[in-house]
């Protein structure tokens, strides 16, 4: 079953995508079915710059246990990192 449910967060970073390096200044988050990945629904992480247009994007789909997995990664990471290098 898909929630509909969409949440847009606003970004500061860059990423990776096939071609070259991109701005990555928003990030929406949705769990639906995936275009690519083998599963019935994942939590689906468009990273964009709208800005650039449709082609500055950097998609995800991950399963619901590989999306908490990296939410636990990210957490854990960031809780390793002295909080003075973390303000910018």
Known sequence: MCT???VCVCLEGS???PASWLRVTQATVY???PVHAMADHTLNIDLTDP????SARIA???TAESARA???AIQQALDA???ELTHT
């Open 4 to 6: 509909y449910e969409t």
């Open 15 to 17: 990423g990776k995508g």
């Open 31 to 33: 769990f639906d079915h």
């Open 51 to 54: 800005s650039q247009g449709p």
């Open 60 to 62: 995800l789909e991950l």
């Open 70 to 72: 990296l939410v636990a």
């Open 81 to 83: 990192v002295p909080s």
